[in-house]
């Protein structure tokens, strides 16, 4: 059964850093899109940011351009979520995802397996 377990959620200042990891087990992650959403309290989830493993190729959702970077690690099959600059918009529970094929690398409904969450929260 696929597993995605995200870690590296946590309580920073605005201006701060987070780096979020999520690793893939028991999944040939290869050649598939691997997507980082996320959903605040009384919001709908929303698209940060896609990789597709196969080529590298990322899509960003405009509000955290220039400021978050997704990266891969295919020898350890795991995606990471470089933030800068963070926001206390930015505060929301943060979820990966992966789907096979898709036509809107940021769209939730299109996304198979998802992992559990991991909080981040900034403070002004």
């Known amino acids: 059964q696929v597993q995605l377990v995200e870690s590296g959620g946590g309580a920073v200042q605005a201006g701060g850093s987070l780096r979020l990891s999520c690793s893939a087990s028991a999944y040939n992650y290869r050649s598939k899109f691997m997507g980082w959403f996320r959903q605040a309290p009384g919001k709908e989830r929303e698209g940060v940011a896609s990789i597709y493993t196969g080529g590298g190729t990322t899509y960003y959702a405009d509000s955290v351009k220039g400021r978050f970077t997704i990266t891969q690690d295919n020898a350890k099959s795991t995606v990471y979520l470089q933030m800068n600059s963070l926001k206390p918009d930015d505060t929301a529970m943060y979820y990966c995802?992966?789907?096979?094929?898709?036509?809107?690398?940021?769209?939730?409904?299109?996304?198979?397996?998802w992992g559990q969450g991991t909080q981040v929260t900034v403070s002004s």
């Open positions: 995802a992966t789907a096979r094929v898709l036509v809107d690398p940021l769209m939730t409904s299109e996304y198979d397996y």
